[in-house]
């Protein structure tokens, strides 16, 4: 399984702005193959690299080291990501873009970010959308996080208020999908 460079950039990104001092720290405690990858000077934004290597892996040490093996630091780096990556015209498209269309186009090129997987619209009313990741064969709970931080950011940017996004299923803990439930006022 693979995830596009875009994604994997914001991680030792992330790093270096939240927890500088501690940045060689960190990269020390990844297998050499993930340190590889983290320690290029420019991670190609259009290039594929394995998940397990460039962003599971990393992102576990995140959780470890800087949350105290807190999830939640997977959930503060996808937020991170979008932050970083929406930007520029991305960012206009966003703020101009109604929270369900952002939620809907995310599911749209998320298989552009992830190969394989599929993820789609489950549901959807005027304030809600539900999210259901149907196909990712390397998933773990720590890329689940991240999507849903990515999500809460993006949403954030677009000016929503009072976002919950919850992961109620998860193919992870054997249910049939992920389930990923974004609701806004």
């Known amino acids: 399984m693979e ?17 500088g001092e501690r940045f060689d720290q960190w990269l020390d405690s990844l297998t ?5 990858i983290m320690k290029e000077p420019i991670i190609s934004a259009v290039s594929w690299y394995p998940i397990k290597n460039g962003l599971i892996e990393p992102t576990q040490k ?20 979008a932050e970083k990556g929406l930007i520029g015209i991305y960012k206009m498209f966003v703020k101009l873009g109604s929270p369900k269309f952002i939620v809907g186009r995310a ?6 970010y992830y190969k394989p997987s599929k993820m789609k619209i489950a549901e959807e009313s005027e304030k809600k959308v539900v999210l ?12 689940e996080l991240r999507i849903c931080g ?3 950011k993006a949403l954030e940017i677009s000016g929503a208020k009072a976002i919950k996004v919850e992961l109620t299923k998860s193919l992870t803990m054997k249910d049939p999908v992920t389930e990923i439930v974004v609701e806004w006022k």
């Open 32 to 36: 050499e193959d993930s340190k590889k």
């Open 62 to 81: 995140i959780c470890e080291l800087f949350y105290g093996n807190d999830e939640r630091g997977a959930w503060e780096a996808g937020r991170y990501s």
């Open 132 to 143: 259901h990741i149907t196909e990712f064969p390397e998933l773990e709970r720590v890329i």
């Open 3 to 19: 995830v596009k460079g875009s994604s994997v950039s914001s991680v030792p990104e992330f790093v270096r702005v939240k927890f």
């Open 150 to 152: 990515w999500i809460e």
């Open 107 to 112: 599911a749209t090129i998320f298989s552009s």
